[in-house]
């Protein structure tokens, strides 16, 4: 039986060197970011600034089917970033949520509704397509899954 925390580490470090291998203007900032909002702690699970796009790329992996907490989770995630990370000269943050079922990998993005118009017209140069991502994260669970197996 395979974990939820080992396969979220596992499928973690791959895409993190999936979207390196991509290119496109991706630099890595970190794993499990911190934000802290008063006393609660939250952690991002990967986050990238594209320097083409001159914007932060925040990752958030769930194991299981996407819920509106999910996506409420990560509009928080795009605001702090908004509000407390990016600089002026930066474009709007982009996120983007990950959900692995069984049968079925969905990948949703999140960006402020005021900044819809610029983020469908320019993240599609060098962002990964939803096919890419879900076709590696299929690939990379099933990778995890047989090695667990025969360990």
């Known amino acids: 039986l395979l974990l939820e925390k080992e396969l979220e580490t596992g499928l973690l470090g791959k895409l993190q060197e999936f979207l390196l291998e991509l290119g496109k203007g991706f630099s890595f900032v970190a794993r499990q970011y911190r934000i802290s909002a008063g006393n609660d702690h939250f952690y991002i699970d990967l986050v990238f600034y594209n320097y083409i796009l001159k914007c932060f790329l925040l990752i958030d992996l769930k194991i299981g089917k996407l819920t509106h907490k ?24 982009i996120g983007m949520i990950l959900c692995s079922e069984k049968n079925e990998t969905i990948v949703k993005y999140s960006v402020l509704n005021e900044n819809k118009q610029m983020f469908a017209s320019r993240y599609k140069l060098y962002l990964p397509t939803e096919e890419e991502l879900a076709r590696e994260l299929r690939h990379e669970i099933e990778l995890i899954r047989e090695e667990k197996r025969l360990s």
């Open 70 to 93: 999910d996506i409420g989770q990560m509009d928080f995630y795009v605001r702090y970033f908004e509000g407390n990370i990016k600089v002026e000269s930066d474009n709007p943050t």
